[in-house]
């Protein structure tokens, strides 16, 4: 349990900055509703080509309402809390090897299993918070704004698949962080496959030709739209994802405990 305190010391400060930036986006954010959602804002969308609404996320959602509003921002946080988790996963390893406190941990009379399990269960507590930080930033905005009926059933739904996209670059960025040697290289790659799973899902907004490529790309395994109807999330999408992390996860535990580790 020390490594596990210890983790969360030393993401402290990182956790409430990330935190704060998160309710700051989710602020900035909803304050422009007021401008989309005017009778200006609605003609300038009606007007717009379907090409651009895809590059800006709109889609076929209408902007106008605080429902399709919050669908329309929501891949935009979805891919900064993405980020962070991606960067908390390949640290959680590589940050020993970095800062030369491998050898430190390593003469500790605990397994390399308990090592990690405890950078995991750190990592976790982080991601966890950074999520009802948004989690309840989204609702107390959209509380403020919304002039409609109520879509906090919708708001929870949006931010359970996001939790589930968290836990899958988190994985991830652990795995990589793990199989390769190079800890500089481990986060740069995490981060490089991310950016392309964003652009996959972008390019596929464009054109249902190339859908396929969604298997590439977690930011597109949940349907917002049906979100936004009431349908929820698909059953199928949420067990296959949560089988990944546990695919990555357990070969996470794999390549560490074979790793040479440098001290």
């Known amino acids: 349990m020390n490594i596990f305190f ?15 930036c998160m309710f700051l986006f989710v602020l900035s954010g909803m304050a422009k509703y007021t401008a989309y959602s005017s009778g200006a804002g609605s003609e300038v969308f009606n007007k717009m080509p379907n090409s651009m609404k895809a590059l800006l996320g709109i889609g076929s959602f209408d902007v106008t309402t605080m429902s399709g509003f919050f669908a329309f921002l929501f891949p935009y946080i979805e891919l900064t809390v993405a980020i962070h988790a991606v960067l908390i996963g390949s640290s959680i390893i590589a940050k020993e090897e970095r800062d030369k ?31 009802l930080v948004t989690l ?13 009926k109520d879509i906090t059933g919708e708001i929870v739904m949006f931010l359970l ?9 988190l994985s991830l960025g652990a795995l990589l962080s793990a199989f390769m040697s190079n800890s500089k290289a481990s986060g740069s790659l995490a981060t490089g496959i991310l950016f392309g799973a964003y652009i996959i899902s972008k390019i596929t907004d464009f054109t249902d ?10 930011f597109k395994y949940f349907n ?15 067990i ?5 992390v546990a695919v ?14 440098n001290v």
């Open 136 to 148: 309840f930033s989204s609702i107390v905005m959209v509380a403020a704004y919304n002039k409609e």
């Open 240 to 244: 296959s994802s949560i089988l990944l």
């Open 161 to 169: 698949s996001m939790f589930i996209i968290q836990l899958i670059f």
């Open 6 to 20: 210890r983790e969360l010391k030393a993401n402290r400060k990182s956790l409430i900055i990330w935190s704060i």
């Open 224 to 238: 917002y739209q049906n979100i936004v109807s009431g349908n929820g999330l698909s059953l199928v999408i949420v």
């Open 248 to 261: 990555f996860s357990v070969l996470t535990y794999l390549f560490y405990q074979k790793r040479d580790l």
């Open 101 to 131: 406190t491998t050898e430190f941990l390593m003469v500790k009379p605990i397994s390399r299993t308990t090592v990690i399990s405890s950078k995991f269960l750190a990592a976790l507590v982080n991601i966890v918070i950074i999520n």
């Open 209 to 218: 030709c190339v859908n396929v490529l969604n298997v590439l790309s977690p």
